[in-house]
T-cell receptor, first 112, second 112 residues
Framework: EPEVTQTPSHQVTQMGQEVILRCVPI?????FYWYRQILGQKVEFLVS????????KSEIFDDQFSVERPDGSNFTLKIRSTKLEDSAMYFC??????????FGPGTRLLVL | AQSVTQLGSHVSVSEGALVLLRCNYS??????LFWYVQYPNQGLQLLLK??????LVKGINGFEAEFKKSETSFHLTKPSAHMSDAAEYFC??????????FGKGTRLSVIA
């Protein structure tokens, strides 16, 4: 069964450093998403991506964040200058139609 | 704006007992509704979904949920809890062209 994959599974970085989180969505899916879950809190939407551009973003997704689909398979989330409060689990999701999203296993980011 | 409320951050049941996890949504338009399960240190797995077909939806692992428009509810049930059901359960909603909005989650503990 096709699944969304994410790398790395864990990332530890120093405050101010740039990180790139990678996702490989399910191959025939057209809609891509990033969500995050701060420890003990609810899952929050960051950004959605369709047809090679951002379709919607939350207020969390400020100028330090960017997304890219550099080739036909990868979907990346870049955090330019990490802050302590960026420590969270980051989930990638994809969907074929707009309503049912399938999630990857997540990348746990720890900013020190 | 869409919102999802899960009553009870922690539910504890005995093995073999009925599981009932509550979810209410707030929307002017009946949304698409989902239950996801998150096992410790893992990603979000789709348990079941309501997409305006049958109001009683069956999912994996013996779970089911019933969409009740009059009560704006989508409660998750399982007739007989198993130890392996211990996990965090998230209810989520989307209007179909908007990102998923998640509830805060309910942690299910199963006591032997």
């Amino acid at each position: 069964e096709p699944e969304v994959t994410q790398t790395p599974s864990h990332q530890v970085t120093q405050m101010g450093q740039e990180v790139i989180l990678r996702c490989v969505p399910i191959s025939n899916h057209l809609y891509f998403y990033w969500y995050r879950q701060i420890l003990g809190q609810k899952v929050e939407f960051l950004v959605s991506f369709y047809n090679n551009e951002i379709s919607e973003k939350s207020e969390i997704f400020d100028d330090q964040f960017s997304v890219e689909r550099p080739d036909g398979s990868n979907f990346t989330l870049k955090i330019r200058s990490t802050k302590l409060e960026d420590s969270a689990m980051y989930f990638c999701a994809s969907s074929e139609q707009e309503e049912t999203q399938y999630f990857g296993p997540g990348t746990r980011l720890l900013v020190l | 704006a869409q919102s999802v409320t899960q009553l009870g951050s922690h539910v504890s049941v005995s093995e073999g007992a009925l599981v009932l996890l509550r979810c209410n949504y707030s929307s002017s338009v009946p949304p698409y509704l989902f239950w996801y399960v998150q096992y410790p240190n893992q990603g979000l797995q789709l348990l079941l979904k309501y997409t305006s077909a049958a109001t009683l939806v069956k999912g994996i692992n013996g779970f089911e949920a019933e969409f009740k428009k009059s009560e704006t509810s989508f409660h998750l049930t399982k007739p007989s809890a198993h130890m392996s059901d211990a996990a965090e359960y998230f209810c989520a909603a989307t209007a179909g062209n908007t990102p998923l909005v998640f509830g805060k989650g309910t942690r299910l503990s199963v006591i032997a």
